[in-house]
């Protein structure tokens, strides 16, 4: 019987208030997030994560004191292997997760799989649009630790295959009605933020957001009002546009409700539930913008599970190396694609 390896990618989180400093600190230091030399980057970091630690250390208190991301994904890695045993004939699947800021990182995780000695690994990041800062970072970080045996490939994005949209899809919608199926209602379809540096250096991520956003859309027609936003801009630099807030209050000053999704998200965290949840509630409310919705992310989505097992088993059957999953192809002036690229590090 064969071995196959799926390693999950995600960000990880502060499993206790006194890892939420460290974990910052880890954060700021990857070069994918703040690109200057290390010896200007690591006290940069060091300063970041202290003087955000108390801010951060609040916004965790709030979860009750630790990232519920961990979970989130030990619960999406059962799932799938449930659903990979059903699938995948003499094969044993096993999946393994590989967090990028905080535990268990890649290095722990390198050392499970190679002892687990796969035949085939298959590299499956839990973010759905490809990005320099995320995928790539997290790719980048597998491949210095793991020196075990496997055919390695990977899964570099899916931002409009049809079980991830789906499963967006149908969590918009069931807001919606259990909310009672509310009028003047506007869609925001609401992701991680970026840099604008980053995108125009030819990181694809906005245009695969965009991408995700009319996929959905176009499987909700009674929401003809949407637009997509971006959220959890910090610092001086430019980033993407709109913000989620700006929108928010927009709607506020139409006397408009909204219904958020966070379509870069598959799982429940920080960016969820504190931001969304917690700030931006507060500020619909301030600014007279009811109802305000917020759809739950993909998380054990039978559809999504589904989705990821498609991309996995679809991933073992073509050569090395990374490539989308599902009907997407980066435009050619992307030169930061990972197959412009030849790897998503």
């Not at 460290?22 to 970041?48: G, K, M, S, W």
């Not at 390198?110 to 995928?135: C, G, H, K, M, N």
């Not at 965009?210 to 929401?223: Q, S």
């Not at 009002?225 to 709607?251: F, K, N």
Request: glycine fraction near 6%.
């Amino acid at each position: 019987m064969k071995k196959l390896a799926v390693v999950l990618f995600n960000l990880g989180g502060p499993d206790n208030l006194k890892a939420v400093k460290p974990f910052l600190f880890n954060l700021f230091r990857d070069p994918a997030i703040i690109t200057l030399p290390a010896v200007a980057r690591y006290p940069l970091a060091a300063l970041i994560s202290t003087t955000r630690e108390k801010t951060a250390q609040a916004n965790y208190a709030i979860m009750g004191g630790a990232s519920p991301l961990l979970s989130e994904t030990q619960a999406q890695a059962t799932a799938l292997e449930t659903v990979l045993a059903e699938q995948a004939s003499g094969v044993e699947a096993r999946c393994f997760i590989a967090m990028r800021y905080w535990k268990p990182f890649a290095k722990e995780t390198a050392r499970a799989v190679a002892a687990f000695a796969p035949d085939e690994i298959v590299l499956l990041p839990l973010y759905p649009q490809y990005s320099t800062t995320t995928t790539a970072s997290s790719e980048g970080d597998w491949r210095k630790v793991y020196r075990g045996p496997g055919r390695t490939r990977t899964v570099c994005c899916y931002p409009t295959a049809l079980g991830l949209i789906d499963a967006h899809a149908e969590s918009i919608r069931k807001t919606w009605t259990d909310a009672g199926r509310p009028t003047g209602v506007r869609l925001l379809l609401s992701a991680h933020g970026l840099p604008k540096q980053v995108v125009d250096d030819g990181d694809p991520y906005q245009a695969q957001i965009e991408a995700t956003a009319a996929a959905i859309a176009a499987r909700l027609p009674v929401f003809a009002d949407w637009r997509v936003c971006y959220q959890s801009r910090v610092g001086r630099l430019e980033w993407l546009r709109p913000s989620t807030d700006d929108e928010i209050r927009l709607a506020g000053a139409e006397r408009k409700g909204v219904l958020i999704a966070p379509i870069a998200f598959v799982s429940e965290h920080v960016e969820t539930l504190v931001e969304l949840d917690h700030e931006y509630s507060h500020l619909a409310k301030a600014v007279g913008c009811a109802p305000y919705l917020r759809a739950p992310t993909p998380g054990v989505q039978e559809r999504f599970v589904d989705e990821l097992a498609r991309a996995v088993l679809a991933a073992v059957d073509r050569p090395c190396g990374p490539a989308p999953h599902g009907p997407w192809g980066c435009p050619a002036s992307y030169s930061k694609c990972a197959l412009r690229t030849g790897t998503a590090a």
